[in-house]
């Protein structure tokens, strides 16, 4: 007695299995070759979701170096004077 494969879709993909097992377990049947030349089963094929389009973020744009003029004028040339660290006295 041989084993009739038939080729089935689920949630998952495909796969081949015997058409016993189709039957029972209620798989859809597809009209495909099974095994290959030989006669061995043919391997599980996955399902593959397709992938939505990548959104553009910020770090896949390119860098570009945009200078102010606060920063162009130098960033302490607005600064107070330096202190002295110490307490003042007053006499």
């Known amino acids: 007695m041989t084993i009739e494969y038939v080729r ?4 998952n993909g495909e796969f081949t299995t015997s058409r016993a ?3 029972a377990s209620g798989l859809k049947v597809l009209d495909k070759p099974a095994v290959d030349q030989i006669g061995r089963p043919l ?3 996955p399902h593959v979701r397709p992938k939505a389009p990548a959104k553009k ?9 945009r200078r102010s003029e606060s920063s162009a004028a130098g960033k302490n040339s607005a600064a107070a004077p330096a202190t002295p660290d110490g307490p003042t006295a007053t006499p």
């Open 21 to 23: 097992n189709a039957d």
């Open 57 to 65: 973020t910020a770090a896949s744009k390119p860098r570009t170096r």
């Open 8 to 11: 089935v879709r689920d949630t």
């Open 43 to 45: 391997p599980a094929k």
